[in-house]
């Protein structure tokens, strides 16, 4: 049984720097994709970046060169480092791994919360 630990969610003032972090552990077979999203009340999760285990990233356009996503996806990790945070980028941060069949895992998702 595959669990993503979600780690780094926090309250931070706009302008402010967090770094978020995740594990998926116990994967039988090799995880080739993951990433974070998010998702306020009432709005459709969205994608924020993704990082594949040859080393693409992918983001959204809201990023705005503001996020960097890192890490080893080959050894089940990945990171996301947000800086100069704005209010709209509070919301739930959920990350997701993909393994070799395809199937995807979600953590419980952590709280970020832009706010003066």
């Known amino acids: 049984h595959v669990r993503i630990v979600e780690l780094g969610g926090e309250f931070v003032r706009p302008g402010g720097s967090l770094r978020l972090a995740c594990a998926a552990e116990g994967s039988a077979f090799s995880i080739y994709l993951m990433g974070w999203y998010r998702q306020t009340p009432g709005k459709q999760r969205e994608l924020v970046a993704t990082?594949?285990?040859?080393?693409?990233?992918n983001y959204a356009d809201f990023v705005k060169g503001r996020f960097t996503i890192f890490g080893d996806v080959a050894r089940n990790q990945v990171f996301l480092q947000m800086n100069n945070l704005e209010p709209e980028d509070t919301a739930v941060y959920y990350c997701?791994?993909?393994?070799?069949?395809?199937?995807?895992?979600w953590g419980q998702g952590t709280q970020v919360t832009v706010s003066s």
């Open positions: 990082r594949t285990s040859d080393g693409r990233a």
């Open positions: 997701n791994a993909i393994d070799s069949r395809d199937v995807d895992y």
